[in-house]
């Protein structure tokens, strides 16, 4: 099992930076994929970026492509994501997931994770 707890979100206004922390802890192993989804009001969640937790090859959806950054640091088991110039559609709860079968690049689809945390809301206000 592995329990992810997010943080960092918040009320921002469009241009505005926020970081969000993924903090990781239980079965920890170094096949773990991690990423970062979101879901706005009325919307499906969608995939924003994703990381092997040895590291390697990132993956982001293009509507953040250049403007977030996932990271991450294993000695404090925390994975990040840089959010950049944020814009008004960038609302949503931001949630943190883990991928424990070992799929590579990180993949962009949902049931591939198994393990998510509780969220965190950005609001980006216009």
């Known amino acids: 099992q592995v329990q992810l707890v997010e943080s960092g979100g918040g009320l921002v206004q469009s241009g505005g930076s926020l970081r969000l922390s993924c903090a990781a802890s239980?079965?920890?192993?170094?096949?773990?994929?991690m990423g970062w989804f979101r879901q706005g009001a009325g919307k499906e969640r969608e995939f924003v970026a994703g990381?092997?937790?040895?590291?390697?090859?990132?993956v982001y959806a293009d509507s953040v492509k250049g403007r977030f950054t996932i990271s991450l640091d294993n000695a404090k088991n925390m994975v990040y994501l840089q959010m950049n110039n944020l814009k008004p559609e960038d609302t949503a709860i931001y949630s943190c997931?883990?991928?424990?079968?070992?799929?590579?690049?990180?993949?962009?689809?949902?049931?591939?994770?198994?393990?998510w945390g509780q969220g965190t809301q950005v609001i980006v206000s216009s």
């Open positions: 239980g079965r920890i192993i170094s096949t773990l994929v």
């Open positions: 997931a883990a991928g424990a079968r070992g799929f590579l690049p990180p993949p962009r689809v949902a049931p591939l994770y198994d393990y």
């Open positions: 990381i092997p937790w040895s590291g390697g090859r990132t």
